[in-house]
């Protein structure tokens, strides 16, 4: 890296034959990332970019309401005023039943009791008894295969293979 101080001395020539070097030295830099196939250009002596930020607008407004909020502090004997209360808003009605609904559910209710008490309805508190077990059926022999129906059904599988086997070549 050339110091600054080195260039001071330089005369207006040899900073030309700088700056032709300085071009040769980018266009062969990009020669060559396009040659390794790199995607990106060679970096360049640049400031990175100032993200996100704030407007100087935008921080004025904020400074303007903060010296505001302290200006209604101190006018107060310097304790911060309480928020003001907010108007409540009434009330809004619950949803729910109306009158005749919940009249008719009660009716109802009183009629299913009733039922109950009749003895015409089970309680639905009562125990439910669970019906017998059946038993258990026989349980019927396993089919076995005799050793002459194995033999054949394995010469019959071997002889379907065989034909498989063949058909290929």
């Known amino acids: 890296m050339i110091l600054m101080s080195s260039i001071n001395n330089l005369s207006v020539q040899q900073l030309r034959q700088a700056a032709n070097l300085k071009e040769k030295i980018v266009a062969l830099e990009n020669q060559l990332a396009q ?22 607008a935008g921080r004025a407004a904020i400074v303007a309401a903060q010296k505001l ?29 109306s009158a005749a609904g919940r009249a008719a559910v009660v009716a109802a209710q009183k009629a299913r009791w009733a039922k109950i008490k009749d003895g015409k309805a089970p309680s639905p508190f009562a125990k439910v008894v669970a019906p017998a077990k059946k038993v258990a059926a026989p349980v019927k022999k ?28």
């Open 35 to 56: 040659l390794l196939g790199a995607s990106t250009k060679v970096a360049t002596n640049s400031a990175p970019k100032k993200k996100g930020g704030m407007s100087a």
């Open 69 to 97: 909020r302290w200006a209604k502090i101190k006018a107060g004997n310097g304790k911060p005023s309480a928020p003001a209360a907010k108007v409540a808003a009434p009330a809004k009605k619950k949803s729910g039943m």
């Open 142 to 169: 396993k089919f076995v295969f005799s050793a002459a129906a194995k033999a054949k059904l394995s010469a019959l599988a071997k002889a379907r293979w065989a034909k498989i086997k063949a058909a290929k070549k």
